[in-house]
């Protein structure tokens, strides 16, 4: 054979496993997008929360929980917008956005808080063992958090799988934590840094990572588990007031974050199913 039709052939193959990786990757997503509802643009998760746990782990990929304050962020933050839009499962967090979809679109969608996804993930990786667990955590009392929490329940986490993120601006490349990741090759990826950046890094990291591990972003709620924030009751999750007992633990730090919140019944009433579009610069 010719070189130059060895050479053809050669990036000919190449395409063809590229193009046929790249297929598998968006059945998978697919599939687990199956199952949904679509709010703002966003297709939102409507089987319940052990089924979300089980297709993540199965298909890898990134899962997002966004918050009531998130979605005055889809016309304020191109590199947001995306990620979100790019996620694997997205599991519908927001009380406010359930409540307010029921009330002025009267259809109903399936409420899977954070910090409820969490409890069910830990508990199957406690109970099955499944794979090395990584945690992505935003400050170093987070990480110590984390490591006593783990001690006192016997899971494995260990200090070289914890890692303190810095504070990312409008990008969240991270080429430390994208190598570090590499070398470990956990099969679970917990990004615990707080809604805006978590959405972003966890894109960020599904698309550049060499293997697809189960990443999950869930923000606060890993710092309810283990103790750096305040904790919240089962009942106050269970019935949408979760972020009462954080606004009045924390009042100086939410109560500014509730006129982003009030954006969400306008957003709902307007675009109902629909993206909104980017704010006019």
């Excluded at 698309?207 to 890993?222: D, K, T, V």
């Amino acid at each position: 054979m010719l070189l130059e039709d060895q050479t053809a052939l050669a990036g000919s193959t190449d395409g063809f496993f590229t193009l046929e990786i790249r297929r598998s990757m968006l059945d998978a997503r697919c599939s687990l997008m199956a199952s949904s509802v679509q709010i703002l643009g966003i297709r939102f998760f409507t089987g319940d929360v052990d089924e979300a746990v089980a297709l993540i782990f199965q298909r890898g990929g990134f899962l997002v929980a966004p918050s009531g304050t998130c979605f005055a962020r889809l016309r304020e933050d191109e590199m947001y917008r995306r990620a979100v839009l790019a996620a694997d499962l997205v599991i519908a967090d927001s009380g406010l956005m359930v409540i307010l979809w029921r009330l002025l679109r009267r259809k109903s969608v399936q409420r899977i808080s954070g910090l409820k996804y969490l409890k069910h993930l830990l508990a199957k990786l406690k109970r099955e063992g499944t794979g090395e667990v990584f945690g992505v955590v935003p400050s170093e009392r987070a990480r110590q958090k984390l490591i006593d929490w783990s001690r006192r329940e016997a899971f494995s986490i260990s200090m070289e799988n914890c890692y303190v993120a810095p504070r990312y601006g409008l990008e969240t490349e991270d080429r430390n934590l994208l190598a570090l990741i590499e070398q470990r090759r956990p099969a679970q990826v917990i990004v615990a840094i707080g809604s805006g950046a978590q959405e972003k890094l966890g894109h960020y990291l599904r698309e550049n990572l060499s293997y697809r591990p189960a990443i999950h972003c869930i923000g606060a709620a890993l710092g309810f588990i283990t103790g750096d924030q305040p904790a919240i009751p089962d009942w106050a999750d269970r019935f949408y007031l979760g972020w009462f007992c954080r606004l009045f633990a924390q009042p100086r730090i939410f109560i500014p974050r509730l006129s982003r919140a009030s954006e969400l019944p306008w957003l709902i009433w307007k675009y109902g199913e629909k993206l909104p579009p980017m704010r006019m610069k």
